[in-house]
């Protein structure tokens, strides 16, 4: 979900397009998240699936490096925006 949010605009931050500007887009990442969290917590999901209830730690931990994916791709857009600012 990272990677869809960072894909949004090749050069624009995402702050500068708005968090909630696609009203489409934010209910197919919310609907992405939860079916996610119900294959990890929800018991029949759980067996169908053969997954295990994640721990706090765990959540946050895949938080964190899952969403390195965004922050890395923000960085790189802000640095192309400031070397097009430059070379002008």
């Known amino acids: 979900m990272w990677n ?4 949004r605009s090749q050069t624009k931050s995402v702050f500068s397009i708005g968090l909630f500007s696609n009203k489409m887009f934010l209910i197919a990442v919310t609907l992405s998240v939860v079916g996610q969290l119900l ?3 929800f018991p029949p ?5 053969q997954t295990e209830a994640l721990t ?3 959540m946050f931990t895949l938080t964190l490096l899952t ?3 965004w922050v890395i791709s923000e960085i790189k ?4 925006r400031l070397l097009e ?3 002008r």
């Open 77 to 80: 857009k802000l640095l192309e």
């Open 56 to 58: 706090l730690w765990d």
């Open 67 to 69: 969403s390195s994916v």
């Open 39 to 41: 294959v990890v917590y």
């Open 85 to 87: 600012q430059r070379g």
């Open 4 to 7: 869809a949010l960072s894909c």
């Open 45 to 49: 999901l759980q067996s169908i699936f």
